[in-house]
């Protein structure tokens, strides 16, 4: 091909990389203009998108606000625009809002760099088994979270991140805590080291990521401290890695921490394991209800069988009185 030809090539496609650049860039913008009943409700520190007829904006703005300040820690030394809430009706908007590779099963998407965060509608959050509350959290942990480490928050590894998320967030989800116990008691367990990049593509498997995100950033701070969890976030925001900002703020590397913590698990949940399935636990006080019955009923007809022996003899009173 021709230079010339090249350069006709080029300004023919040019308005359309245009618009599928603005497309990807201002997705829910664009989205928000092809459909007017988008509506937006703002307080000091969000801007709530939602459609009226689908949910009422407001609890979302109380629990946002109401959650807001709990993150001054983190929030604390940097720029803070309004975050964005965009609340989706369906399925079919909530994937395309996303715009990047994300699973089915997926309810919140948060976008640190640029301040927003996308939502499934809140009846779906609650079909599958989630708090709304909850999620508005974790995604907001997020945000500041990304807004803070803006130098180095593209190589935080993803199980820090989320680990983060959920423990500032006070999130708390008990059927991933069922499945870890379960994985420690097989010896299942996913390194963190193949956490880094993604979460497994299961739904099982990428609760497990999660529940052991948290464990492993839980355990950090109960072995040295929450403070050293702030301070492996400063040295985050000042630049550093994470495998430094480890080795700086707990003297371990990564890997070390990695090995570590895994082996602390069985340590940790040694007979919590044994009840790790909600089926076996229920088995279990089903033949604990029973053993106690048997041996109750063990008891008593021992009982009745030594008031018998008893009636049996003859009261030395009578006794004495038949000479």
């Known amino acids: 091909m021709t230079s010339q030809k090249w350069e006709s090539s080029i300004l023919k496609t040019l308005p359309y990389l245009c618009f599928l650049i603005l497309l990807v860039t201002y997705a829910p913008l664009s989205h928000s203009r092809e459909n007017e009943s988008w509506q937006m409700v703002e307080s000091a520190h969000f801007q709530v998108y939602y459609h009226p007829h689908a949910i009422s904006p407001q609890e979302i703005v109380d629990i946002a606000e109401d959650f807001y300040p709990t993150l001054d820690r983190l929030i604390n030394g940097i720029p803070m625009d309004k975050i964005?809430?965009?609340v989706c009706e369906t399925q079919e908007q909530f994937q395309a809002a996303v715009h990047a590779p994300i699973q089915d099963w997926a309810i919140g998407c948060a976008f640190p760099l640029s301040s927003r965060i996308v939502i499934q509608n809140p009846r779906v959050i609650l079909q599958r088994e989630f708090q709304l509350s909850q999620i508005i959290r974790h995604e907001i942990v997020h945000v500041v979270f990304g807004q803070r480490t803006q130098k180095t928050i593209r190589g935080i590894p993803l199980w820090f991140n989320e680990g983060v998320a959920i423990y500032l967030s006070g999130e708390w989800v008990p059927r991933r805590h069922e499945l870890l116990l379960k994985?420690?008691?097989?010896?299942?367990?996913?390194p963190l080291s193949k956490l880094a990049d993604e979460f497994p593509k299961s739904e099982s498997l990428a609760q497990l990521a999660y529940a052991e995100s948290l464990n492993a950033v839980?355990?950090?701070?109960?072995?040295?401290?929450?403070?050293?969890l702030w301070e492996i976030i400063d040295l985050l925001g000042k630049g550093n890695d994470l495998n430094t900002a480890y080795k700086e703020a707990i003297g371990w590397e990564l890997a070390t921490f990695d090995v570590e913590w895994r082996n602390s698990l069985p340590r940790r949940y040694h007979w919590a394991a044994l009840f790790s399935s909600s089926h076996?636990?229920?088995g279990s006080l089903a033949l604990l209800v029973v053993l106690v019955y048997l041996r109750s009923r063990y008891r008593s007809r021992q009982r009745l069988v030594e008031l018998e022996q008893e009636d049996m003899e003859v009261d030395a009173f009578f006794k004495q009185n038949s000479t």
């Open 280 to 282: 076996l636990f229920w």
């Open 84 to 86: 964005e809430i965009w």
């Open 218 to 228: 839980t355990w950090l701070t109960e072995i040295a401290g929450v403070d050293k």
């Open 183 to 190: 994985h420690v008691f097989s010896k299942s367990t996913i």
